[in-house]
């Protein structure tokens, strides 16, 4: 019980990115859309420290050993971003049309 | 005077005066117009003359180069003119028959709407014809020749508004590229045999039977099929069988045109091309034969139709087709020299007379048909005077143009071909029937007026439905009737004072008799029998006895057939419409269902729209609008793009 | 300490997943938004035991606080009532969906289960060779990532920035009120 494989955080950021998709396709509430989003960002966030963790332990490193942790940040400046313009999409959109039920809006049918 | 550096001014004349009545003809008054117009062709009238003379005094020919046209590897074209015997000859006429026939147009179109448009193409037509005759490569001939082409169907056409016109000028047009095509494919091989376009060197290598740049002998093909593919050229050119169905259909351009155009000048450049390349044909006896035929053939046929005609442009028409056949009879037979001087005696007279059709027609206000005419020579004694003179010239009248050139033809004719001859004798007599029966239903006899169609009723006949203008008939104003006087002058005397102009044309003529000599040789005794068995026929039918012609006409069956032919003009069109025109439509017909509604259509335009219609409304199923089914879709591309990932991956 | 790291990361990990599941399913964007908390905190608790420290801190921070609350704010500023948040969702589409996501875990994982050098590498939890340098024991913490991420990685830095701003200016455009507009037209 003492290994801890990079196979099984990479499943698990896996796992956690394809329950995102799920949340995606089968929700209709745009905020909660809008949050498994969020996990499948955070999910990859993980699989990319954990591989940067075990680029550590490599010899020559691939990287330099701040490389990915740094790409995280990014990572979360882009969602920050995200979080903000979607939450004042989905504002604007409630403002005209009274709800935040993707089923109910399909005026972007042209 | 060395200035034939100069003599590029010939043709540049007329053409500039075309230019400027073309661009701003429209905004200029009507007398400035005129004025330009006529002065171009009067300046070449001029030099033309002038370098006449200094050609005539030093012997030696001018020539004036101008720079190459176009250098293409191995392939150079000169541009370039040559003012020889010949040409020099052609020039004058040209030049002094337009002249006069411009200032004739000027009182003709005086009330015309496109007065401007019309002097921008006649001039236009001086300047290509001169072109064609001072071009001193064949190139160079095709451009005038091409050029007068156009002018022709501008002109024709020119009063474009009514649909026949049009189409006769369309008629012209196609006519003359079917030859046009022959004259191409001519100029070509001239270029694959003796490989230039010189005409004095391929004139030169023809009598040689050596291509002087190789040495080596012009193929017997060559020396059979470049005269030939020129002659069909000429065919189409010079109205000659089977390409002369345009001719008198191009009579529907205004008068003069006819007189200039269709006359005197351009229909006469076949003849003019064979005369030019005389050597290359002498070198081909069988094609001079073939020529002469023609020739012959298309006068007696162009007469015989010419005398059953009632619009009197249609009778000069068919009399000029007629006259050509004399002057490709003389050609064939290789009196070159005597065919010029034909063409030129017929430029005199035919001018004449079309001119004083078109008074005739001017005063009437636009009547054509000769069975409402009759009676005019106490309304217009001045041009019956002038188209008798005509008349006699053309007819044969001994001492006048026309009988000196006839007469020489026929003598060629009588010595070499009596085949050829005879049927030459009976075009002759065919000549003066039919034009003193123009000048009797035209002049004489009592006028006959809207709807009373006074004799020549035959079956066939069917009438125009025209409007005779009542109104005072007046004689055609002066500046009319003076370009009409000086031709007529030189229809009286043409054959006298140019009765050397086959020897100087030609080196080759040798002159049978003297001026006086021609009356008295057995041709010229018989000619005069001709004319005056032709007359007197005429005479006969037209004005003693009108009862005597009706029974031969409509009786007599075999007169009623020959009528019937006649007058149909051998249904020559009808029979190109059954075997040509028809076909084509038909075929036309077939591609226009088959390949334009069918295949482009149905199948690439409607089945191109269909298709994309068909992918467009299924792919619209697509765009729902709603945000998770393109969600769905991203996941979807995304699996599919790993999954073809992981198999190139797995596949290397 | 090796093995007390792996067993919280696998608590860790059964949390999140729990979580994540309950965040996708839950109807009440409320319980949803709490569940994301929950999963953030567990992510940091990874991120620490994953060596770094510094984005543990952030995760907490920014995510769990900031853009949590936000995403809190937005919920309770709509205010919707139980009725306005059913779905109506045919089953055939959530199976769809499910089939979907299936299809890509699995796929994703027999690739991760079948390279080489994934399976082979040590475990995350093991310690670092002794003869490794100082810039590999010091990686993830503030010091080096600071030094890197502004030394060598301005520009991006910047870049960032300039991407955050605008997003600001997005937001504030879309959320300002413009007169009134119609149900069912869009605007323009």
Known sequence: MEHLGLDVVLLFATGVFCIGVYGVLSRQNLIVILMCVELMLNSVNIAIVALGRAALAADPPPVSPNMPQIFVIMVLAVAAAEAGVGLAILLAVFRSWRTTNAGDIHLLKG | MNATRWMFLIPILPLAGAMLNGFVGRRLPRSLVALVACGGPIASFCLAVLWFFELRSSGDELVNWLGDWFALAGLDVPFGFRLDNLSAVMAVMITGVGSLIHVYSVGYMSKDAGYARYFTYLNLFMGSMLILVLADNIVLLFLGWEGVGLCSYLLIGFWYEDEANARAGKKAFIVNRIGDFGFLLGILLIYVTHGTFDLRQINTDAAGGVVSASGLAISDVAKLWIPLLLFIGATGKSAQIPLHVWLPDAMAGPTPVSALIHAATMVTSGVYMVARLGAVYSAAPSVMLVVAVIGVVTALVAGFIAMSQYDIKKVLAYSTVSQLGYMFLAAGLGAYGIAIFHLVTHAFFKGLLFLGAGAVIHSLHHEQDMRRMGGLRKELPVTFALMLIGTLAIAGCPLLAGFYSKDAILEQAMEKNLILWAIGAATAVLTSFYMFRLLAMTFLGERRGAGAHAGDHAPGGHHDDHHAHAGPVKEAPAVMLAPMAVLAGLSICGGIVFHDLPAFVDSAHVAAHGVLGALVSPSGLLGTVFFLGGAWAAWFFFVKSPATREAVASRNPAGRVLWRFSHGKLFVDELYDALVVRPLDVLSQIFYLLVDRLLIDVVLVSGTSFCARVVGSTLRLLQTGRVPTYAGWLVGGAVVLLIVIFMVLNGR | ?188
């Open chain 3, 1 to 188: 300490m090796e093995s007390l790291d792996t067993i919280v990361f696998h608590v860790t990990m059964a949390i999140s997943v729990v979580a994540a599941l309950l965040v996708v399913t839950r109807r009440n964007p409320v319980y949803s938004a709490v569940f994301m908390i929950v999963f953030f905190t567990m992510t940091a608790i990874d991120f620490l035991i994953l060596r770094a420290p510094f984005l543990a801190v952030i995760q907490v921070l920014v995510y769990a606080g900031a853009i949590m609350v936000l995403y809190l704010f937005v919920i309770m500023l709509l205010n919707l009532k139980p009725e306005e948040l059913r779905e109506t969702v045919p089953l055939r589409r959530k199976l769809l969906a499910f089939l979907a996501s299936a299809g890509l875990f699995l796929l994703l994982a027999g690739a991760i289960r079948s390279s080489p050098k994934v399976m082979s590498a040590p475990s995350l939890t093991a310690p670092l060779p002794v003869a490794a340098p100082e810039s590999v024991t010091a990686a993830g913490e503030v010091a080096p990532l600071a030094d890197e991420l502004f030394n060598e990685h301005a520009l991006v830095f910047e870049l960032t920035s300039v991407l955050i701003l605008i997003a600001i200016i997005g937001a504030i455009y879309l959320t300002k009120k413009r007169g009134t507009v119609r149900h069912g037209t869009s605007r323009t």
